[in-house]
């Protein structure tokens, strides 16, 4: 992506890219948002032509939906309200799509959507998931699930949505691979919230496949309170931010923002991506 960027606006060298949130290798991302800073006459010159310039030099499973200049004082990561993904389940294997096999988790038994639900009512709302995660040193577990439910939206097909403001590693994955076995009946609906009160990794919880997991939307505050929004999460008074292991994948979408630098002579531009991978 840095080495389209850079191609397409003309850069003598690729663009750094400050991403909404690195996710597990092998996930997908529909609604990734980046943000660049380049010189503003560079981007003066390529602004009209630089999506379709993208779209030459990306792969087949990448695009950038759109790319502009940013707002002032926008950063895709700090100033990010919430991340939300989905995670799709086909439980019927009569009802299994062949194409659909790399977005989607074929599971060997019938789920519950509303046991599912039952145990996912308990997760939502600020507390420790360091049952749901993989540590990192010096860094908090706590985190705000802001939604997390299950829905049917065809015969055969279970889906999951979570929005949160910051996922650790391995989070999500984890969360939906305590909730398969509730809806399967091996588990009773209050077993996820057991385990997340224990705070400890229980190994009788299965991190699920990431080839199901999907970045859907990023969130972000009005132009006018950007700026608030990065000072309250770089100095602390949020005392976390999502830092996960994942290595960006070429197979997720962008947006790319970019507005900030020095105001005489760069930009700030804000990409967005989308792509199913």
Known sequence: MQQALGWAL???EPPELTVAGRTDAGVHARG????ADVPAGSWQAASETAARRLARA???DVRVRAIGAAPAGFDARFSALWRRYSYRVCDD???ADPLRRRDTLWYPRPVDVDRM???AAALAGEHDFAAFCRRREGATTVREVLRLDWARP???LAVATVAA???CHNMVRALVGAMLPVGDGRRDPGWPAEVLAARVRDPAVTVVAPHALCLEEVAYPPAADLAARVALQVHGAIGYTWECDLHFFLKQTWALSRAW???ATHRRLVLAQVGAG
């Open 32 to 35: 990734q948002v980046a943000h």
């Open 154 to 156: 065809e015969p055969g």
């Open 58 to 60: 990306l792969p087949p």
């Open 117 to 119: 639900n039952a145990a």
């Open 93 to 95: 294997p009569a009802s």
């Open 10 to 12: 003309g850069l003598p």
């Open 261 to 263: 630098g020095d105001a």
């Open 165 to 167: 403001d910051a996922f």
